[in-house]
């Protein structure tokens, strides 16, 4: 049974403009939410991470949001740029562990 | 460069055979993870130790086995293999129980 469930599943983006990638979860014991990005020939690479006491979390370009209600959580990149180029895996944990769940992760192109 | 260590970076064996993985974690850090990484299943989390001692198991097969040495290294074998035992397989260490992960730059498997 997957438990987080992401979309989509490969994205094409301008230079400049937003990407957005979203997930969902299942399990509402979840409370700890990071997001991970994966260059080819690398292991994935924490980016950012947020907790359900806060509905948005802001590190330079990238922004995630979450709604606990929905159970849903999201990606945004703004000014996305070709660096920005990687596939980006949303996860999920719970209590203080950090045995992830993730997500199939989403292929992120930004063209020049 | 994360400064977790993997080996072997590749590797390719037989059905039926035995291989073991290596992973050298940050210094300093006390728990390690084992993750794999296919393409129909995604990045599921397979066992973690922490300073020693087996600290959770995940979707990890009776066939896998894995352990931390005082050294703080670890070994996953994997015996009996299969075709579908074919994945990168990722370690992942962190300071301790709830701290950021930093993962290794994979082993990949491949099994004929």
């Known amino acids: 049974q997957q438990q987080v469930k992401q979309s989509p599943q490969s994205l094409i983006v301008q230079k400049g403009g937003i990407s957005i990638i979203n997930c969902a979860y299942e399990?509402?014991?979840?409370?700890?939410f990071p997001w991970y990005q994966q260059f080819p020939g690398k292991g994935p690479a924490l980016l950012i991470a947020i907790r359900p006491d806060v509905s948005e979390k802001k590190e330079g370009r990238f922004t995630i949001s979450f709604n606990k209600s929905a159970k849903q959580f999201s990606l945004h990149i703004m000014d996305s740029q070709p660096g920005d180029s990687a596939t980006y895996f949303c996860?999920?944990?719970?209590?203080?562990?950090?045995?992830?769940?993730f997500g199939s992760g989403t292929q992120l192109t930004v063209l020049p | 460069d994360s400064g977790v260590t993997q080996t072997p970076k590749h590797l390719i064996t037989a059905t039926g055979q035995r291989v073991t993985l290596r992973c050298s974690p940050r210094?300093?850090?006390?728990?390690v993870y084992w993750y794999q990484q296919s393409l129909d299943q995604g990045l599921q989390f397979l066992i973690q130790?922490?300073?020693?001692?087996?600290?959770a198991k995940g979707n990890i097969l009776e066939r896998f086995s894995a352990q931390q040495f005082p050294d703080l290294h670890s070994e996953l074998n994997l015996s009996s293999l299969e075709l579908g035992d074919s994945a990168l397989y990722f370690c992942?260490?962190?300071?301790?129980?709830?701290?950021?992960?930093?993962f290794g730059e994979g082993s990949r498997l491949t099994v004929l």
């Open positions: 992942a260490s962190s300071e301790d129980l709830t701290g950021e992960l930093f």
């Open positions: 996860a999920a944990s719970r209590g203080s562990a950090r045995q992830l769940t």
């Open positions: 210094s300093g850090d006390l728990s």
């Open positions: 399990n509402t014991a979840f409370d700890y």
């Open positions: 130790y922490y300073n020693g001692e087996e600290r």
